[in-house]
């Protein structure tokens, strides 16, 4: 028979708590990824959406202007956005771009969606 030693029964609990702790803690890390990934796509349409009201609203900026400054400006920030569509309204006071697309995405099949809008005053000189 084997002696008792002080401290035997908790021989190999570490390893228990790491195989508890580690699933948990990559579950959390990758929550995050995806969240920042999201935030990151949610930014760069946000700012797309008002580097376009910004031109559209010029002295003499169109729709065009509106739309191609969106857009330019969402593709330089790389994939974080694709589907990208970029919608301007020129009212009689106010510029509004909206710019939808979709975000990254950690989940295979699944591409959150966003769309941001910005609404700016037309400039006018008088």
């Known amino acids: ?7 035997s029964r908790e021989r190999g609990s ?17 929550i995050a990824l995806g969240a920042a990934m999201y935030f990151y796509g949610r930014t760069t349409a ?15 900026g169109t729709t065009d202007d509106c739309v191609r400054t969106a857009t330019d400006l969402a593709a ?14 020129i009212g009689a006071q106010t510029v509004t771009a909206t710019v939808t697309g979709d975000t990254l995405s950690l ?7 966003t769309t941001q809008s910005a609404t700016v005053p037309r400039e006018e000189i008088s």
């Open 76 to 89: 330089r920030a790389g994939d974080s956005l694709a589907g990208l569509t970029v919608t301007c309204q």
């Open 107 to 113: 989940v295979p099949g699944w591409e959150p969606v």
């Open 46 to 60: 946000l700012a797309a959406a008002q580097a376009g009201a910004t031109a559209g609203a010029a002295e003499n």
């Open 14 to 30: 570490v390893s228990v708590q790491m195989v508890l702790l580690m699933p948990t803690l990559l579950l959390v890390v990758w």
């Open 1 to 7: 028979m084997r002696p008792v030693m002080k401290g």
